[in-house]
Structure formats: structure tokens, C-alpha cells
DNA sequence: ATGGAAATTGACTGTCTGGTCAACTTCTTT
DNA sequence: AAAGAAGTTGACCAGACAGTCAATTTCCAT
């Protein structure tokens, strides 16, 4: 049973290098250092090792979204989760290239999750989004696309990391680069609400808050 | 020598659904309604036909990037390059997931164009940016963590438009979809920087006009 | 201690894949 | 019209793949 968590992490990490149909479960098991037989035995097929990464992963996003609320601070709530969407592109970057390579392909296995859970969920979101417009906390914005554009800007600095080493000339981003992406994030998204802290402070507060639980 | 064109629009898209790995020859063979000797023939192996595909869509990226001058207006520069963007999302995004598939796995076949061309433009482009802040057009930012966020929110359109759909509630993106997206964007980077337009008419007038173009 | 359940594993297999090739047809040039 | 180049294709192959299975070991409740 204890090999059970360590198989879906090595195997998360090969899904997210090679792809679906590219992961081999020989690799996989080569990864884990175990018998391929082994990885059977335990899910049974390719595709149910597969799921088993996937909703290993869904229990960790849609938590984030927990700070929006409607007696929150919009700026806060917002940079809040921003912060922790960044932790996670920094601290789990495997488990957001398994679910971007997932929808990139039609979603075949997450399609269900999407249309219920995830829906739900952005539907109640966003009603604390229109209200907050109502009450002239921030500008208007539509609740739904305001969501799409955080998850692309903060889910980029796991997805394509290579990309930007490859663009910023470095081998591998580092904490400084993941500080300075959820600043600029951060920065667009609240002016772009209308709702820029006065000073630098309040955004460097949220930074050295989320250094420290990182 | 038709055929080429033919069989790199085909596989584009065979590509883009079911990833390098996953992309069969006789499935884009049969997509092309070709025998699939006929593709060996013209592109000797699947991965110098995939090289192939890639080169066909990198010519169009970095030429989205041409109004950003140094004496250009950075609002009507920047909404015209998210507009671009953004309609290039709708246009082709096969196109845009066989891109995005690539960086995810580490970008193994675009390694070198990244370091490379894209970092040159990238550095040129950046120190226009630099130049608008320097002379107070816009408010501070790292200019490339801010190409890294306009590529992240125009290309999620194309890369992640099943999960919109779903938390949208409908089938498919429609023009209208985009439209939002675009607008969405455009006034979320313009504000974020600091030159949001007076009114509604600046983003309106951009938008018409790429409806005109697309 | 013991018996049955759970876990482990090396050896095996049917299927599918990328790639080859020789035979054949169609173009192009003179 | 002739002949060589370019294009086309069905049949084939070696290797890699997911999945199976019987034999064995480890675990644990009594």
C-alpha cells in the first residue's frame, strides 16, 4: 500500500515529461524502481495509473480558490490566490504539466470533472466576482474570463518553464523568478481591477507571507 | 509537391489531439487521405514531419510581435499584439497546442530556436518596453515576466478552450467567446500598466478592427 | 506455529508502430 | 516518342508496447 503513493508520484512525473502515450510503463516502473508486473498489480491498466495521477492532482486545485469570498478584501482574496496558484506552478510543476497536457488534448479523461465539479465551483466564484463589481470594490470585469486569464498567468510558470529559461537565458528559473512572476501577476491583475494597493507594501507583504509557508 | 502542404495541415492537427507519442502515421495518413508510404516519402521519419509541422507554425509567432516600436503607442502597440495574438488563438489553434505540447515536454526539437531567436527577439522587444517606462508611458514592470503573461493569457484561447467551454457550459468557443477573451485581456494589461483608455471607444475601436481583418 | 490472503516478480505474448522496399505509374524534358 | 526522374503504393518486418500469469515470497490473524 505504501508503494501505492510512491508509484503515482514517479509515474506523475514521467506522464508530465513524456506525455500520455509517450510515459512507457517500463519507464514508469524503472522510475519507481520497481517490477512493471508491480504497477499492475496495484492499478490494473496504463489508463487507470493515469487517473489515479489525475485525481491526485484535482484535490489540490480547486482548494486554492478557497480565500474568494464574499466578505474578503477583493485585493487580498485575489493576491491570495494568485500566491498560492504560483506555490503550486513552483512546488508541483509535474502535476500542472500532467493537467495542462490532459485538457490540451480534449480533456478524454477529466471532461466529467470539468463540466460538474469545476463549473460549479467557478459559477459560485464568480458570483462573488459580480458582487464585488456591484459594490464598486472593483472594476468591471466578466468573472468567468477574469478566472481563464489568472489560471493561464499563473499555471504558464509551471507549463512552459523551459520556455522562459530559455527566453530569461538561464538553465532553470529560480525562487527569485517565481517571486518576481506573482509580483508582476499580482501587479497586473489588481491594477487591472482597479484596486492597486497605494503603495508597494501590500504586495510585498503577500510575497514575504508566501515565502514563508512555501 | 502539393501534397506537403497537405500533409503538414493534416498532421498539425493530428498532432495537436493526440500529442507527438500519441500521433500515429497511418492515423494522419488516413486523415490526409494518403497511403502512408506516400508520407514517409515526403518526410522520411515522424519526427522530421513533426519538425516540419513546427517550423510551419513558428513563422508566425514572432511576427505578431512587429508593432512593438519604439515610437509607437504602447496602448494601441500592446492591444494591437494581444489582438493578434488572440486571433492567431482562434485561427489556428492546432497550431498553438502542438506548440504548447512541445514547451511542456521540454521543448526537446525547439531547444535551440527558443535560445536563440526567440530570445533575441524577446531582448529587443523588452528594451522598447523598458524605453515606454523610462520615458513614463507606462508604469513599471519586467518586461519579459509581461510577455510571459500576454502569451499565457491569449494562448490558454487556443490551448485550454475545453475547460472553458465546460465552465462556460457550452460546446464549443464561439466568436463572441473570443471577443470576450480579447477584450478581457487587452484592458486587464492596459489598466494593469497604467494606460487604460478614457473611455470604452480606444479597446472597441481595436476589437472592430480585428473583426475586420480575421 | 500455521494457513490463507496479499504482495511480488520473471518470463511470456498478441498487437501495434515506424519504417522499408520493390514494383508500378505519372510526369517532364528533349 | 523515348527515357529518366519524380511520385505512388501494397506488402512486409523488426522492435516496442501493454497486459498476463503462474510461481514464489511476505505478511498477519489466530
Known amino acids: 500500500m505504501a508503494h501505492r503513493a510512491h508509484i503515482i508520484a514517479c509515474a506523475e512525473r514521467i506522464f508530465a515529461e513524456h506525455g500520455f502515450a509517450g510515459a512507457t510503463m517500463s519507464r514508469i516502473a524503472e522510475a519507481a524502481a520497481l ?18 495521477v489525475l485525481e491526485n492532482i484535482l484535490t489540490l486545485w480547486l482548494d486554492d480558490m478557497d ?27 509535474h502535476a500542472s504539466k500532467v493537467f495542462a497536457a490532459e485538457l490540451l488534448h480534449g480533456a478524454p479523461e477529466l471532461g466529467t470533472y470539468l463540466r460538474l465539479d469545476l463549473r460549479r465551483k467557478v459559477a459560485e466564484k464568480s458570483a462573488v466576482i459580480e458582487g464585488w463589481i456591484a459594490r464598486r470594490l472593483i472594476a468591471p470585469v466578466e ?5 481563464f486569464t489568472i489560471w493561464a498567468m499563473t499555471q504558464t510558470y509551471a507549463d512552459f518553464d523551459t520556455q522562459m529559461a530559455a527566453v530569461l537565458g538561464i538553465d532553470k528559473l529560480d525562487a527569485g ?18 484596486i492597486a494597493p497605494a503603495g508597494e507594501t501590500e504586495v510585498s507583504d503577500i510575497m514575504t507571507q508566501q515565502r514563508r509557508t512555501a
Open 177 to 194: 523568478d517565481y517571486a518576481t512572476g506573482t509580483e508582476t501577476v499580482i501587479r497586473l491583475v489588481l491594477r487591472g481591477l482597479g
Open 143 to 147: 468573472p468567468r474570463h477574469l478566472f
Open 35 to 52: 517490477p512493471k508486473a508491480n504497477l499492475h498489480y496495484y492499478f490494473g491498466t496504463k489508463v487507470l495509473l493515469y487517473r489515479a
Open 67 to 93: 480565500p474568494i469570498t464574499p466578505e474578503a478584501d477583493p485585493a487580498a482574496a485575489l493576491a491570495a490566490y494568485i500566491a498560492a496558484k504560483m506555490a503550486h506552478s513552483r512546488n508541483r510543476p
